[in-house]
T-cell receptor, first 111, second 113 residues
């Protein structure tokens, strides 16, 4: 699977949008971009995934650049409960269920 | 629908002992995978089971093993425990092997003393 690069930490004010970037410049055409988050001492929580089109669900939006070399996870109105480590993962969907986690981005939402 | 359930949540073992951790996947999910999380190495893939067969294996010694039962429930075993095996062990399930979203349980915290 392609390697991803994320900033180690970010801050966001409560109520503002949190934009978390991810670089995956070596992504292959059949690799999806997945986002998970892990709140302290809990298991990772699935957020969203996409292939090349932008995606939105009740938790977040995923914006993937046209060349697919980077993406941004957007939490539209961050709350204190969104404080977590966010992981961007690229994955070939038909090659088993092994996820390769990087260091992620530690998002701190501040009042 | 119940999520991925892992037992026990917390346990303490002594070096040299062995431990067995249990995972019940989401109902209808047939793939179960296991991960180890430590402060130094982060989240690392251990192995995946589908239809009672190991499908993928991460880079861990043979002391780490697992199995899956016909009802898709899974267990992992660590023998001859070392201090470095202290970690959060996470189980994840998915309907199939590849092509579906993977959902994680809350994990089992293992402390080796």
């Amino acid at each position: 699977d392609a390697k991803t690069t994320q900033p180690p930490s970010m801050d966001c004010a409560e109520g503002r949008a949190a934009n978390l970037p991810c670089n995956h410049s070596t992504i292959s055409g059949n690799e999806y971009v997945y986002w998970y988050r892990q709140i302290h001492s809990q298991g990772p929580q699935y957020i969203i995934h996409g292939l090349k089109n932008n995606e939105t669900n009740e938790m977040a939006s995923l914006i993937i650049t046209e060349d697919r070399k980077s993406s941004t996870l957007i939490l539209p109105h961050a709350t204190l409960r969104d404080t977590a480590v966010y992981y961007c993962i690229v994955r070939v969907n038909n090659a088993g269920n092994m996820l390769t986690f990087g260091g992620g981005t530690r998002l701190m939402v501040k009042p | 629908k119940a999520g991925v359930t892992q037992t026990p949540r917390y346990l303490i073992k002594t070096r040299g002992q062995q431990v067995t951790l249990s995972c019940s996947p989401i109902s209808g999910h047939r793939s179960v995978s296991w991960y180890q999380q430590t402060p130094g190495q982060g989240l690392q893939f251990l192995f995946e089971y589908f239809s009672e067969t190991q499908r993928n294996k991460g880079n861990f010694p043979g002391r780490f093993s697992g199995r899956q039962f016909s009802n898709s429930r899974s267990e992992m075993n660590v023998s001859t425990l070392e201090l470095g095996d202290s970690a959060l062990y996470l189980c994840a399930s998915s309907p199939w092997t590849g092509g579906n979203t993977i959902y994680f349980g809350e994990g089992s915290w293992l402390t080796v003393v």
